[in-house]
């Protein structure tokens, strides 16, 4: 249901940010984690920080 109608003015479509534990749509979209051993890019590292501060 959100995936048909979660979109903004211009039915450009919407998302909801939320714990990746408890996705039930495909719209969710969840924090970056990096591979165990890993370092998290930059990019994915300052999208999960402007998230967190929404």
């Not at 979109?7 to 984690?33: P, W």
């Amino acid at each position: 249901m959100l995936k048909e109608y979660a979109r903004n003015l211009f039915r450009k479509q919407l998302y909801i940010y939320g714990d990746i534990t408890y996705y039930v749509e495909t719209n969710d979209i969840g924090a970056f984690s990096a591979l165990a051993g890993s370092i998290l890019s930059e990019e994915n590292a300052v999208f999960n920080t402007y998230l967190s501060k929404q």
